[in-house]
């Protein structure tokens, strides 16, 4: 369906947006859960919206997480507009941390635009832990994993 209306590259957060608003725009705009169980867990996944002008969204579905996972951009120029000063990268790891959550991952997404270079994944690494450290998170604890 993603695909058919020329969001393809939208396809996983397709299934957990559901506004009309969302699917055109290619953006979370409010929190959606998705709730599955494991042998040893219950686990409710809330996807919450990255785009500042839904920050309160954010911070909504952010203060009921156990764990959080900060989805960065790997693309030439996203990742350095996410991490500067004024970025969300930055705003959003301050607020999980704000709002109690002390379990983070970080997804490095779109590694297939950056031809899965391994110079650019240990860059972003290495820059998101030091940002994420003088926030209050132990890098040596959190998870980094590339995905397209």
Same mark, same amino acid.
């Given at each position: 369906?993603?695909?058919?209306?020329?969001?393809?590259?939208?396809? #996983?957060?397709?299934? !957990?947006?559901? !506004?009309?608003?969302?699917?055109?725009?290619?953006?979370?705009?409010?929190?959606? !859960?998705?709730?599955?169980?494991?042998?040893?867990? #219950?686990?409710?996944?809330?996807?919450?919206?990255?785009?500042?002008?839904? @920050?309160?969204?954010?911070?909504?579905?952010?203060?009921?997480?156990?764990?959080?996972?900060? @989805?960065?951009?790997?693309?030439?120029?996203?990742?350095?507009?996410?991490?500067?000063?004024?970025?969300?990268?930055?705003?959003?790891?301050?607020?999980? #941390?704000?709002?109690?959550?002390?379990?983070?991952?970080?997804? @490095?997404?779109?590694?297939?635009?950056?031809?899965?270079?391994?110079?650019? #994944?240990?860059?972003?690494?290495?820059?998101?832990?030091?940002?994420?450290?003088?926030?209050?998170?132990?890098?040596?604890?959190?998870?980094?994993?590339?995905?397209?």
């Amino acid at each position: 369906e993603a695909a058919e209306l020329g969001k393809g590259s939208f396809k #996983y957060a397709w299934v !957990l947006d559901k !506004l009309k608003a969302e699917r055109e725009r290619g953006i979370t705009i409010d929190i959606a !859960l998705w709730k599955f169980e494991t042998p040893k867990y #219950y686990v409710t996944v809330i996807d919450a919206p990255g785009h500042r002008d839904f @920050i309160k969204n954010m911070i909504t579905g952010t203060s009921q997480a156990d764990c959080a996972i900060l @989805i960065i951009a790997a693309g030439t120029g996203e990742f350095e507009a996410g991490i500067s000063k004024d970025g969300q990268t930055r705003e959003h790891a301050l607020l999980a #941390y704000t709002l109690g959550v002390r379990q983070l991952i970080v997804a @490095i997404n779109k590694m297939d635009t950056a031809k899965w270079a391994q110079a650019r #994944y240990e860059e972003i690494i290495k820059e998101t832990s030091n940002f994420i450290k003088k926030v209050g998170y132990n890098p040596k604890t959190v998870a980094f994993v590339p995905s397209p």
